[in-house]
């Protein structure tokens, strides 16, 4: 069973800093792209930024210049996120596919696809 476990949510002043970590117990695919998605409070799952196996990269308009995505060869995804602002609280959620390029209705917990850690909650306060 495909399990990917989140860590490193938290609570930070406006401007701070987070790093959240993904690991993955296993892939059923070899190129798996793993992305974040957030779910900020009373609104839509949104998609944050995506890294293929090959580490091309993809991020939110929102989120560009201030997130940075990586990921290691032990299928770990990260997600450096620096001057956070009030605007990115949300519950993080780490995912895995061949493919994230979708984005679930409403909210993240309902995806009908991949794999979906448990989520994170971060909180940024003014």
């Known amino acids: 069973k495909v399990q990917l476990v989140e860590s490193g949510g938290g609570s930070v002043q406006a401007g701070g800093s987070l790093r959240l970590s993904c690991t993955a117990s296993?892939?059923?695919?070899?190129?798996?792209?793993m992305g974040w998605y957030r779910q900020p409070p009373g609104s839509d799952c949104e998609m944050v930024s995506t890294?293929?196996?090959?580490?091309?990269a993809t991020y939110a308009d929102s989120v560009k210049g201030r997130f940075t995505i990586s990921r290691d060869k032990a299928n770990t995804v990260y997600l450096q996120m620096s001057d956070l602002k009030f605007e990115d609280t949300a519950v993080y959620y780490c995912?895995?596919?061949?493919?994230?390029?979708?984005?679930?209705?409403?909210?993240?917990?309902?995806?009908?696809?991949?794999?979906w850690g448990q989520g994170t909650q971060v909180t940024v306060s003014k």
């Open positions: 296993r892939f059923p695919h070899d190129d798996a792209t």
């Open positions: 890294i293929t196996s090959d580490g091309a």
């Open positions: 995912a895995a596919d061949r493919f994230l390029v979708r984005v679930p209705d409403g909210e993240c917990w309902t995806a009908d696809f991949g794999y």
